[in-house]
């Protein structure tokens, strides 16, 4: 079950059930052609810039594999949540390219073993993330040699608000992958640059990172 505390995104409401910051998902089983994509289709969450697309992909479409492999997603039987406000919008399809995807959420992930997790809060687009980021047990930033595989890192324990609307609660899911490319401002105990390029690094109190 999900979880979150807060209003819904601008008061927008869809056909039940309704979503919002810590309320249900929409989950249509619909593809392109309105035939049933079946039981084991797998639900995701996109956050974009301009809002949030929940629908489901094949069950094919591994999301670890689907996302390193930096091609697009197809999403079926969508609910579109603006975050401008407005009503939620039924789609049956939606095409995202993965530059548009600044947060990915899916019912189905493995979490790494043996892993040492850091706190981490990131600010990307319109959205503040904070949660846990696995790192190799005594991971040592200056001499590390690994490096992400791909534009997404994944974050364990993740709580989202909107940097704009701080009053208007968090959504909160066990898990997400997150693009590491878009992310502005990192806050962090540890140096995490070969993991955020470009990004303004802080420590968990908001000072400069040495």
């Known amino acids: 079950m999900h979880r979150g505390t807060g209003i819904g995104l601008g008061g927008t409401s869809a056909p039940s059930p309704r979503y919002g910051w810590g309320l249900s998902r929409a989950r249509v089983r619909l593809d392109a052609a309105g035939t049933s994509l079946g039981a084991r289709t797998v639900q995701i969450e996109a956050f974009t810039a301009g809002g949030i697309a929940s629908g489901v992909v094949p069950p094919s479409w591994g999301i670890r594999d689907g996302l390193e492999s930096e091609q697009p997603v197809d999403l079926h039987g969508v609910t579109w949540y603006p975050l401008a406000g407005g009503e939620a919008e039924s789609r049956r399809h939606v095409h995202l390219e993965p530059d548009e995807m600044l947060v990915l959420c899916s019912d189905e992930q493995d979490m790494p073993i043996h892993s040492a997790w850091h706190p981490v809060e990131l600010d990307l687009g319109p959205y503040r993330i904070t949660g846990e980021l696995p790192?190799?047990?005594?991971?040592?930033?200056?001499?590390?040699?690994?490096?992400?595989?791909?534009?997404?890192?994944?974050i364990r324990d993740v709580r989202l608000e909107l940097l704009a609307r701080p009053d208007a609660g968090r959504v909160e899911r066990p898990h997400a992958f997150v693009n590491r490319y878009a992310v502005e401002r990192v806050a962090a105990d540890i140096d995490l640059g070969h993991y955020f390029p470009g990004a303004v690094f802080l420590t968990p109190a908001g000072h400069p990172l040495a």
Do not use: E, H, Q
């Open 135 to 154: 790192t190799l047990p005594g991971f040592d930033p200056g001499r590390a040699l690994s490096r992400p595989g791909g534009p997404f890192v994944l």
